[in-house]
C-alpha cells in the first residue's frame, strides 16, 4: 500500500436512547484506548463534553486571542498612521502619535476583532457548512432525542472489537458499513 492509498475502513454506529449509556459507551471506548469517534447529542451536555475532552479547554479561546491582539495593533496603527501622514496642527510641540489618545479606538477595535475571530473559530471547529461532513454523521435522529457514537473511518481489523466493547453499554441500535446511514423513511 502506498502513501496516497487510504487504509481500508467501515463506518460504525451506535445509537442511544439515555445519556448515561451514552457516557458509559464513551468510558468503555477511552479505557480499550480507542479513538477517530464522533459523538452526536441532541442538545450541549457538559457531561459529553468533559467525557470526550477530558478537562482540555476549547481551541476557540485562541482564536480569540489572535483576534484581540490584532485588533489592538491595527486600532493603534490606523490613528497613527494617519496622525503621521497628515499631522493638521500640532499645538505645544505634543506627540503627533501618542497612547492616551488612541486608547479608546485600540479598545473597540479589540473587542471587535476578538469577537469576529471567536466567531469565526466557532465556525471552523464547528465543521461549518457540513458540505464534506460523512452521510453516517447526517442523522436526523441526534436532532431529536437519540444520541449516538459514530466511527467514520474504523480499521477492519478492529471493528470486531469496537462493536463488543458497544454492545455491552445499552445502545438501542449498533450498524455498521452502509447500513450505519440512516435514512428518513417515506411514509
Known sequence: MSIFEEAPSMRIKAVYAHLDSLLLGIEKLKAAGMGGFDVLSPLPRHEILEAVYEGEPSPVRWWTLCGAVLGLCAGFALPALTHSQWPMINPGGK??????????IMFECTILMGSLATFLGMIVHCGLPSFFVDKSLQDPRMSDASFGIVFTKAPLDEVDHIRGLLEGTGAVEITQGDDAIYEVPND
Not at 95 to 104: E, Q
Open 95 to 104: 506627540p503627533v502619535v501618542s497612547l492616551i489618545p488612541f486608547a479608546v
